[in-house]
């Protein structure tokens, strides 16, 4: 994960809070988003039934709003859940760091740096949110599977 470090600086700079962690984590993932969406776009500009829309004289409007926008949602959907586990991961990593979100609130990384402290008396305080995370986070890549299944089902792996 390159992109990390540039989170850890931006956390450096910015306070301990959910919105510095979303800002951080959108500025350095947004690129892959939007290179996934156009390569979505360009492979649909290409095929007939847009070709055919040009053809009958619909307008640019028309072909994103009625083909382009209906067509590439589903890959969008698929893409941000297959994304969501990554993203928490490295928020618990920054929380982990110390860099993650402040005191008021909790994450698993939190979690699990508390209880490295006391790891010999109390485990389960690492075992339990790990354990957790990583049930969590199979989920999440499950989910991202069965829905890309879902939605296109003739590109089952």
């Not at 156009?38 to 619909?58: C, D, N, P, Y």
């Not at 990384?109 to 402290?117: C, M, P, R, T």
């Amino acid at each position: 994960m390159p992109y990390l470090l540039i989170v850890i600086i931006l956390m450096a700079i910015m306070e301990r809070s959910i919105i510095g962690l979303f800002i951080a984590l959108a500025f350095v993932s947004w690129l892959t988003v939007a290179r996934v969406v156009r390569g979505q776009v360009q492979s649909l500009s290409s095929s007939e039934f847009i070709q055919a829309a040009k053809t009958l004289g619909a307008t640019n409007q028309r072909i994103i709003l009625k083909h382009l926008i209906p067509n590439s949602i589903g890959m969008i959907v698929i893409f941000t859940t297959i994304r969501v586990p990554s993203f928490i991961m490295a928020e618990a990593f920054l929380s982990f760091l110390g860099l993650g979100i402040s005191a008021p609130m909790t994450s698993w990384g939190e979690l699990v740096q508390n209880g490295i402290a006391t790891f010999v008396e109390y485990p389960w305080k690492v075992f339990i949110p790990a354990i957790v995370m990583t049930i969590f986070l199979l989920f999440m890549n499950f989910l991202g599977d069965g829905l890309r299944d879902a939605f296109d089902p003739k590109d089952s792996i």
